[in-house]
């Protein structure tokens, strides 16, 4: 029908959240597409409970590739992109059925409420008015990135609807539960941030490593108002500062040793050149060693 939507979620290992964002979106979604990256818990059990249609991909270490194939299966006429961790309250969800019951706009952009280490972050760059994501459009009317962090784009003459936010009427961001989650996350996705710019020829100095940092710890704490958020604030900004020197030292890395097979290869022939030496100083000893010089080559006395 005229105005259908098709809810889209990716997935990996995201059995305990996958249900709490399925529940929020399918007393009125007309299609939802869980496209999941090899899970080795119960997610896909979990989506197919819920009437999900389910697709497999390739895991890709970041989403974008994957969500570009999952958008492609859907039926509905409205496409609304949903991560695992999000929920879609009941306020929220009735301006986005009347957007596409009534042909209001072609792409419309939604306000998020992030929680971060189990509560709300309310500033730090991850404040609603600021964390604005396309996530609804009408099937054809954005561009989808292929690169980590990547946002959908509005296509040329698209019209572009943002979303006034209002307690309860934006996405609810169940985000990482606490700092191990935090910096698994940092761990994989500064390495496909590295790769992405090695290959793109971008190369880095300890200079200007430090300044990234410097210039991220400096927007979250204070220009975005981190301080307000106490202790989470405090350390959300140091490790988002660690998120850019991380990604510059492996960038850095990629750039002088290679690849970690490649690294593999040197302290391979690092410990050879060291053993080297035993197997010189073996055939030294048993070419020393007594009776050795006092028999000849066939064995007998000399």
């Known amino acids: 029908m005229s105005g259908a939507i098709s809810v889209v979620v990716n997935t990996r290992n995201e059995e305990r959240r996958l249900g709490y964002a399925l529940r929020s979106v399918r007393g009125w979604a007309d299609d939802i597409v869980v ?6 818990d119960r997610t896909v059990e979990v989506a197919r409970s819920f009437g999900a249609r389910v697709f497999a991909h390739e895991p890709t270490g970041f989403v974008e590739p994957a969500r570009a194939f999952a958008c492609a299966q859907a039926r509905g006429d409205w496409l609304l992109v949903l991560d695992a961790d999000e929920l879609v309250p009941l ?3 009735l301006p986005l059925r009347a957007i596409a019951a009534h042909d209001q706009a072609d792409v419309v952009r939604i306000a998020r409420v992030n929680s971060i280490f189990a509560a709300p972050v309310l500033h730090s760059g991850w404040n609603p008015e600021r964390d604005r994501q396309v996530r609804f459009w009408k099937a054809g009317a954005v561009t989808l990135p292929d690169a980590i962090h ?3 784009t509005p296509r040329s003459g ?3 609807l943002d979303l006034p936010y209002r ?4 996405l609810v961001h169940l985000s990482h539960v606490d700092v191990a989650a935090f910096l698994d996350r940092l761990n994989a ?4 941030e590295a790769e992405q710019a090695f290959a793109r020829g ?3 100095r300890p200079a200007r490593a430090l300044a990234a940092a410097a210039r991220e710890w400096l927007a979250r704490y204070l220009r975005h108002g981190g301080f307000r958020d106490g202790w989470r604030g405090f350390h959300l900004a140091l490790l988002m500062a660690g998120y850019r020197l991380a990604t510059h ?12 097979a490649d690294a593999e290869r040197r302290y391979a022939a690092a410990a050879e050149q060291v053993l080297a030496a035993y197997t010189g100083a073996d055939a030294s000893a048993a070419a020393a060693a007594p009776g050795a010089a006092g028999r000849s080559d066939d064995g007998e006395e000399r």
Request: aromatic content about 2%.
């Open 91 to 93: 306020p929220l969800s």
């Open 202 to 204: 971008e190369r880095t």
């Open 150 to 152: 990547g946002h959908a």
């Open 249 to 260: 030292a492996k960038l850095a890395e990629r750039a002088d040793v290679g690849t970690r």
């Open 189 to 192: 996705y500064t390495s496909v």
């Open 35 to 40: 496209v999941d990256m090899a899970s080795t």
């Open 158 to 160: 698209a019209r572009l």
């Open 167 to 170: 307690d309860g009427a934006a």
